[in-house]
């Protein structure tokens, strides 16, 4: 029964991978979201797919600024592009603790290193550094934080899950197998939902950034004023609430629980 769940699950992943690939094309979105929904879809299939149409594509023509602006919307795209980016760097952490033969810590270990360091450089300071000025230096430094504490509470749902799944599904630690990306896939699905909360405060509180609107030049004549949604400066913006230091120890405190809950589980 696994088997037909994964054959259709990947038959259905696929086909919604191809769709996304080439509808968000014409979505006056960013290239690095528009390549963060493809990522996502190739991480939860047809969820991706469903959340891109509801949250991203522009159910008429002019009407995306409008569209987006709602704050969920807004928190949407700031946890799709988290999972996006950390998820290329989990994934080959995981690919790299099966062929090195890295289990319990040290596969955690690796796999959040990776997750962070490419989430981090790659995928917010440098494919974001023009909301930075141009400046890769000052868009690592500005996004150091948010990317921290999303990727903890990411992680939190990805390690309990992942872990208690491979030691349930044969052949779940290979990655040619296709139980391997499956139960990774899985992972990533539930820590794309226990990363939402933590995008919500972030986005509310000006930490990141949302859905934004990017049209060719000159296309924006005739289209309606709205919410084209990019974060709003830390100097215009007021103090968090609660302090960043206090989410920061709670993202931690919630990591460590989550990764000390899959080793118990594990172990039962």
């Given at each position: 029964m696994l088997d037909g769940v994964m054959l259709l699950w990947f038959v259905l992943a696929a086909a919604a991978l191809l769709f996304v690939a080439i509808d968000?094309?014409?979505?006056?979105?960013?290239?690095?979201?528009?390549?963060?929904?493809v990522l996502l879809t190739a991480y939860t299939g047809v969820i991706g797919a469903f959340l891109y149409v509801l949250g991203c594509r522009e159910p008429l023509p002019g009407t995306h600024e409008q569209y987006v602006a709602a704050r969920w919307r807004q928190v949407l795209g700031s946890t799709m592009h988290c999972v996006a980016?950390?998820?290329?760097?989990?994934?080959?952490?995981?690919?790299?603790?099966?062929?090195?033969?890295?289990?319990?810590?040290?596969?955690?270990?690796?796999?959040?290193?990776?997750?962070?360091?490419?989430?981090?450089?790659?995928?917010?300071?440098?494919?974001?550094?023009?909301?930075?000025?141009?400046?890769?230096?000052?868009?690592?430094?500005s996004t150091f934080t948010s990317e921290l504490l999303s990727m903890n509470i990411l992680m939190t749902g990805m390690v309990p899950t992942a872990m208690i799944l491979k030691a349930h599904i044969a052949a779940a630690s290979d990655p040619t197998k296709p139980a391997f990306w499956f139960v990774m896939s899985m992972a990533l699905l539930v820590g794309f939902i226990f990363a939402y909360p933590m995008n919500w405060w972030l986005v509310a509180n000006h930490l990141k950034h949302g859905m934004t609107t990017v049209r060719p030049a000159g296309a924006a004549a005739g289209v309606a004023p709205g919410g084209s949604?990019?974060?709003?400066?830390?100097?215009?913006?007021?103090?968090?609430?609660?302090?960043?230091?206090?989410?920061?120890?709670?993202?931690?405190?919630?990591?460590?629980?989550?990764?000390?809950?899959?080793?118990?589980?594990?172990?039962?």
């Open positions: 968000v094309r014409s979505t006056p979105e960013s290239v690095v979201m528009k390549w963060g929904f980016g950390d998820g290329v760097g989990i994934l080959t952490g995981a690919v790299l603790s099966s062929i090195l033969g890295l289990r319990g810590p040290a596969e955690v270990i690796l796999e959040y290193i990776l997750g962070f360091g490419f989430g981090w450089t790659i995928f917010q300071a440098l494919f974001m550094r023009d909301m930075a000025g141009g400046s890769y230096s000052r868009a690592l430094a949604a990019e974060a709003m400066p830390m100097s215009m913006a007021g103090a968090p609430w609660p302090p960043v230091p206090v989410m920061a120890v709670l993202s931690f405190a919630a990591l460590a629980a989550g990764v000390t809950a899959a080793f118990l589980a594990r172990a039962v």
